[in-house]
């Protein structure tokens, strides 16, 4: 690395300096308009129920360069790369190798067996490396990654009225109410019920990211329900404005028309809020989205692991 760059942890004060540097530092137009609440969703927020490292670059006075890790709050033996960014002018100078060897020293210091270059959910930027960052994909080769996973998010165009995204839920609404079914916005005071539906039906984080998305602007969530049963949830915002997720119907009500409603609900709403291209973002059932919302596959993410070696590893040899 030049001399003259060092490295040190930051502090939270420091998030708005860490928002500029990724305006300029992430090279997709996507995420540097969105650097700020993506920053935001990585730390503070998330800093709140996990432990989360963040690590500077400085040459001088100039913070040149920020790496967000965090540990796994299923799991502390796990560690997570949250964001990865260096100022373009002076890449390819050993900045992103020397933030990637610190973060892996503190998180082995945490009690972290392995890293992974991968989302940390619930509060996550990416579910791993977008393809189009090359330069983080053969950084992550360099220093002994393996890939052991591929995610992908599927855009939504909201750009024109005529996009499927954008379809009428009118007559599907009818019809659920023809089934004594609801749907509605859901409020702040909704989140115990969906909290535990998400739960029960689904298990993961779920929960966590409605939290993420009830009550707080640029985010929301709709639900469905019969006789105060929730059958159904839609969210969005809850990392960032432009993305939508987590959803979630019910087993015994698929098939309904609920989720592609819900859906459209929410898309309608980030529209409404400026949003030209929802992300459905880690996506699962590809041929739900394309077919309820004509959303197509766009952004493909490679998720890398690799090994520590720990202070105990170290130790017993
Ligand atoms: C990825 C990124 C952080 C790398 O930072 P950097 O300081 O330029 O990386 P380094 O100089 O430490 O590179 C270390 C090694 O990674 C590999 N590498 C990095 N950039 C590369 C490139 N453009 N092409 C090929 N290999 C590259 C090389 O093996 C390099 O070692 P070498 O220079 O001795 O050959 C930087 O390109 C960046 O900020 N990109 C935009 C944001 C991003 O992609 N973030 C990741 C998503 S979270």
Not at 139 to 161: C, E, F, K
Not at 165 to 190: F, M, Y
Not at 207 to 227: F, K, T, V, Y
Request: hydrophobic content about 45%; glycine content about 12%; aromatic content about 6%.
């Amino acid at each position: 690395m030049d001399a003259g760059i060092s490295i040190a942890e930051l502090t939270v004060e420091q998030t708005p300096e860490v928002a500029a540097l990724c305006r300029r530092a992430l090279d997709l137009p996507e995420d540097a308009a969105e650097a700020g609440p993506l920053v935001a969703t990585l730390w503070p927020r998330a800093a709140a129920d996990r432990t989360v490292r963040v690590l500077g670059a400085h040459r001088e006075e100039e913070l040149v360069g920020v790496l967000i890790s965090s540990l796994s709050a299923a799991d502390g033996r796990v560690g997570h790369v949250d964001l990865l960014a260096v100022e373009p002018r002076l890449r390819r100078r050993g900045v992103g190798r020397a933030l990637l060897g610190h973060a892996e020293r503190a998180l082995a210091d945490l009690g972290a067996g392995e890293v992974l270059l991968a989302g940390n959910p619930p509060h996550y930027a990416w579910p791993g490396i977008d393809v189009r960052y090359t330069p983080a994909v053969c950084l992550a080769l360099a220093l002994g990654y393996r890939q052991d996973r591929t995610a992908w998010n599927m855009t939504a165009d909201l750009s024109d009225d005529g996009s499927p995204a954008l379809r009428s839920t009118e007559v599907a609404e009818a019809r659920l109410a023809g089934q004594a079914v609801t749907v509605r916005r859901a409020e702040p005071a909704d989140l115990p019920a969906l909290a535990a539906f998400a739960q029960a039906t689904f298990g993961g984080t779920w929960d966590a990211e409605l939290a993420g998305s009830l009550g707080r602007p640029d985010a929301g969530c709709h639900l469905a329900e019969r006789h105060g049963e929730v059958l159904g949830f839609a969210a969005y915002g809850s990392s960032r404005p432009s993305w939508f997720g987590p959803m979630g119907t019910a087993p015994a009500a698929e098939g309904s028309g609920i989720g592609g409603v819900l859906l459209r609900r929410c898309l309608r709403d980030q529209r409404a809020a400026g949003v030209e291209a929802a992300q459905i973002g880690w996506v699962g059932p590809i041929p739900f989205y394309s077919g309820s919302a004509g959303a197509r596959i766009e952004r493909v993410f490679f998720l890398y692991r690799k090994p520590l070696r720990t202070t105990e590893t170290a130790d017993s040899q």
